[in-house]
């Protein structure tokens, strides 16, 4: 079996994506009539059959019992897919199957290509992360740090581009510390509002005063969205130009985008849920959100993964350097900073087993977390998740429609790979 890009039509996007980028030179593209990822013998690659099968009742199971509408696994190890399947449907009364090819809402699996992105200005001396973000943002020159009683004081170091990349900015999430003085802030000047472009909402949250000093506490934020302003000031074009043109285009994602065509439709997924979460795909806002605006399909993230697990190259197409990868893979945090801040990823009984880097969740303790030292990831607050394993050579790509079920699917995803992985 290989994945292939679903028609002639979108592979011809992504070749006249190469002509239109340039007029004297083209950008390389990973022509999309290739196929992503050749499937390889699983047991060759390490894998236990019977173990793999176990993977697919479980799935299989919560479809039946009606956990799931359906969700999309793949496993690949050394360039070669050991397991690939979709289960039950693409959402909750359809028949469409769940394919390699549904359009998934990746929500912050948006912030390590958007990360990647800036890199790529960072090669070409357009970006440094030790700039102040107030290079690009001149609002961010005077910023303030919220103190215990409510009341704020002017901060004492400023904000780095690279304090952006590793939530070490001292902006918060305001929706996700709703109660909290300062998440009451973030509602009241209108987090999040769609009508805004990502350079007014940039100018929104420098008016706001900081959680922490930056580069003094991890906590999860509008950092990448903060990141997405910089990133248009320094290219000189809209975010999702970039994106296309510096990273997306070039691997042949031609099914990722900030907003989708309506003819995309039925290959959405849809989750079992109706909150506000879920937006309509196809309705293009002022906000392109650099830290969750992106939606994808499973084959086209794999090629984002790919390129990272081979050190920045996929079939010839070169997206960041070498060392641009590694200097992304150093941790940014400490025990101090991760205790300092909130939601990060690894904290009791698995604390101290990651950092954090540039764009990715970092594993430096692979006694106390199942994927290798060295694993780079993130994942998406509707169930979506990817993980490289330079230590075993494995991707991982999961994608359902579900927040509820995050946590829970991060844990057997964990248990189910690398129990299966016998020959390390």
Known sequence: MAFMKRSILAAGAALAFAFASGCQSAPQVADPFTPSLIQGDAAALGFDQ????????????????????????????????????????????????????????????????????????????????????????????????????????????????????????????????????????????????????????????????????????????????VLGAVIEVAAGKPLDVVVEERVTGPLGMTDTHFFQSKDNAARFAQSKHTDGLYYDYTVPVAFLQGGGGLSSTPEDYLRFAEMLRNDGEYRGVRIIEKATLARMRQPETNDAMRKAGLFFPAMGPVAGSMEFGLGFSLVTDDTKQR?????????????????????????MVFMIQDRALLAEYQRKNRAWIYDALVKP
């Not at 479980?58 to 289960?87: C, E, M, T, W």
């Not at 948006?110 to 943002?137: C, F, H, Q, R």
């Open 371 to 395: 994927p290798g030292n060295g694993t780079f990831s993130w994942n998406g607050i509707a169930g979506t998740e990817f993980w490289v394993d330079p230590k075993n050579d494995l991707v």
């Open 50 to 225: 019977a173990k793999l099968g176990e993977i697919r009742k479980a799935l299989n199971d919560d479809v039946l019992s009606g956990k799931i509408p359906g969700a999309y696994l793949l496993i690949a190890r050394h360039g070669q897919v050991a397991f690939a399947q979709g289960f039950g449907v693409q959402g909750p009364g359809q028949i469409a199957p769940m394919t390699e090819e549904t359009i998934f809402r990746v929500f912050s699996m948006t912030k390590p290509i958007v990360t990647v992105a800036a890199m790529t200005l960072v090669e070409d001396g357009k970006l440094s992360v030790d700039d102040p973000v107030s290079k690009y943002l001149p609002e961010y020159a005077n910023l303030t740090v919220i103190q215990a009683d409510g009341s704020s004081r002017p901060a004492q170091t400023p904000m780095l581009v690279r304090h952006l990349m590793s939530h070490t900015s001292g902006l918060i999430y305001g929706f996700i510390q709703p109660t909290t003085a300062l998440g009451k802030q973030y509602a009241a000047a209108g987090e999040g509002d769609p009508t805004k472009t990502a350079r007014d909402q940039a100018k929104i949250f420098a008016g706001l005063p900081l959680a922490a000093e930056p580069g003094t506490a991890w906590n999860y934020s509008r950092s990448t969205d």
